[in-house]
């Protein structure tokens, strides 16, 4: 018996220690937003996500694109939205899962310039943006930091190529412990 409760003491543990979900923190100066990511559905683009975290990659990035009622978007190092490449210095496969769409807002997904050409620019929706679908990696969600994001949803314009007038930038991404 007591060989018993020690085998399922460590098989708890063990899966517990599997179950426990990934959650990135990006501290902005407007705020924190936390990210819950999604390893089963889109491994590449978390692979890709984590090690840019863990690197600080997106350390001092901005925001570059900012579209009210639709997305916010950082990650390039040029600031401009041409810029950036993922941890394996080339563009990485796209990952759709049928059951994982752009049916909310708060979804994390990877930019890209057309299919298979994910790097390290993402966004994160404001909006259910279904025309998305098939077309961006959806990788995580926002679970805390929702005000943040709708601040920088908010935050003025410039118009015709939706560039923030007032930097929004994250000062600091990392994995929570």
Do not use: C
């Not at 259910?128 to 920088?152: A, C, D, R, S, Y």
């Amino acid at each position: 018996m007591k060989k018993l409760l020690i085998g399922l003491l460590f098989l708890g543990l063990s899966v517990q220690g599997y179950a426990k979900d990934t959650i990135v923190v990006l501290e902005t100066n407007v705020g924190k937003i936390e990210l819950k990511l999604y390893p089963k559905v889109a491994p590449l683009a978390v692979e890709n996500f984590t090690t840019h975290v863990k690197n600080g990659y997106y350390n001092g990035l901005i925001f570059h694109r900012i579209i009210k009622g639709f997305m916010i978007q950082g990650g390039d190092p040029t600031g401009t939205g041409r810029g950036g490449e993922s941890i394996w210095k080339k563009d990485f496969k796209d990952e759709f899962a049928n059951n994982v769409v752009f049916d909310k807002p708060f979804l994390l997904a990877m930019a890209n310039r057309g299919p298979v050409t994910n790097g390290s620019q993402f966004f994160i929706t404001l909006a259910p943006t279904g025309w998305l679908n098939g077309k961006h990696t959806i990788f995580g969600e926002v679970i805390k930091g929702k005000n943040v994001v709708q601040k920088m949803e908010n935050v003025s314009v410039s118009p015709g190529n939706n560039v923030p007038m007032f930097k929004q930038v994250i000062k600091k991404a990392y994995i929570k412990k």
